[in-house]
């Protein structure tokens, strides 16, 4: 059994925009990418920083020296402290999607969300 949680209202999110609620015990982000919302754990599996308080980026890829490519625009968010970036979508981890290293479990929690009549929730 879930738990909802209200986030906001729908005209309080713009583009790109997130919010950090508490929600069970919990801080969670909650972003808005080109009309869905996503939440993610706002805290970084490496050593515990807001991970939601780093900025969103886009994923950078090369074929070759200068040429380069933006994809998953302002899909990306990157811990201020030690710059691990994650994927808002899935939670994962960009550089190791098995979401591990060798010394660190590397998880980031994703949660459900909805949005009922204007009001977003994230469910838990």
Known sequence: MTTKYYVGNVSEFTPGSKKIIE???KSIGVYQ???QYYAIRNLCPHQGAP???GMTSS???SNGPGHFEFEKEGEIVRCPW???EFHLKTGCMIVDLKMRTMTYDVTVEKY???VDEDQIYVHM
Do not use: E, P
């Open 23 to 25: 929600a069970g015990g």
């Open 112 to 114: 459900d969300i909805t």
């Open 59 to 61: 994923y950078v890829t």
């Open 33 to 35: 990418v080109d009309g």
């Open 51 to 53: 991970l939601c308080a």
């Open 82 to 84: 030690h710059q691990w």
